[in-house]
């Protein structure tokens, strides 16, 4: 029962933060050159973007095990 109502609560917390943010940027190393003491990296940066439906989905979700579970009570 708790694990129901938690789950419920963290699926609407996600789709809140995917509505807010909408995705999030990584970096990576691609090359790296050492010469002496002198080292060079260059970073590529990522962007992942995550489509608000996803967000709206995991609200109804989440907002459906809720009032689920509490009908049952």
């Known amino acids: 029962m708790k694990s129901a109502?938690?789950?419920?609560v963290l699926l609407i917390a996600v789709g809140l933060l995917i509505m807010v943010y909408g995705g999030?940027?990584?970096s990576k190393i691609v090359n790296t050159?050492?010469?002496?003491s002198v080292e060079l990296d260059v970073k590529e940066k990522n962007n992942?973007?995550?489509p608000i439906w996803i967000?709206?989905?995991s609200i109804i979700?989440?907002?459906?095990i809720l009032l689920i579970k509490r009908r049952d009570k």
């Not at 109502?5 to 419920?8: L, N, P, R």
């Not at 050159?33 to 002496?36: L, Q, W």
């Not at 979700?61 to 459906?64: D, E, I, P, R």
């Open 5 to 8: 109502k938690f789950f419920g």
């Open 24 to 26: 999030f940027s990584y």
């Open 33 to 36: 050159a050492k010469i002496g």
């Open 48 to 50: 992942v973007y995550i």
């Open 55 to 57: 967000g709206v989905v």
């Open 61 to 64: 979700a989440g907002s459906s």
